[in-house]
């Protein structure tokens, strides 16, 4: 029997039972249908409202749209300091929080894409010539390429329990100094605390005026833990080196 004749048959069928039932029978399958159409709805609504009640940090990150200009020579500088083991999406993230990508940005104290003050960007020409020969922090790829030579410079002088713990030190050191770094560490391992885990240890001590230090403190925090994982959900290169906040 032909599929169209079967399907015919059986909406005669249907509509036979229907006659069939009397008015009362009749309103109360409607009322059935309509209570379980009603059901099926408010737990979908409920199911999306709890997704959008509490969506994930990275997930309110924007990412400015002319961030991709500067992609090609973050990935080269990265890979060619860090190698295989370099994560694009963290130097992105951090020039994010740093200038948001604004080439032209400035400071009290610091200028361009990686936010170099004068000083800085002048020694760390001296200590890398060959990379950061003449110092620019106005020039985009100077600011990129000496931004990576900075990091890895930092976190080659702190001392961490891991790789998460490592850059936020060296993080913590290109926002506010190396040696308040090192300070930080001898208060907390002063006080009992672990001197080689900044995460809820080191960053608990410092010297600081209290706005320097939540500022330093928020800024590592907000590069590793939200950032970072946001550049990569946007389809960066990379791997977090740091859990993503809860």
Known sequence: MAPLTVGRLFVGWLRKCWLDMGAVYQ?????ALLLVLLLAGAKVLAADGVQSAAPRPAARVVIPGHSTRYRLAIERETGAVFGLTGSPARIAAQIHQESRFKPRAQSTYAQGLAQFTPS???WIAKVYPAECGRADPWDEQWSIRCA???DAYLIAHVRAADDCE?????LSAYNGGLSWVQRDQRLAV???ANGQRWFDQVEKYSG???AAKAENRAYVRRILRTLEHAYIDAGWEGSAVCPRSA
């Open 166 to 170: 490592r850059w936020a030190m060296g």
């Open 190 to 192: 002063a006080v009992g």
């Open 27 to 31: 309103v109360v399958a409607m009322l």
């Open 148 to 150: 990576v030579m900075y």
């Open 120 to 122: 800085t960007a002048a």
């Open 208 to 210: 600081r005026s209290a």
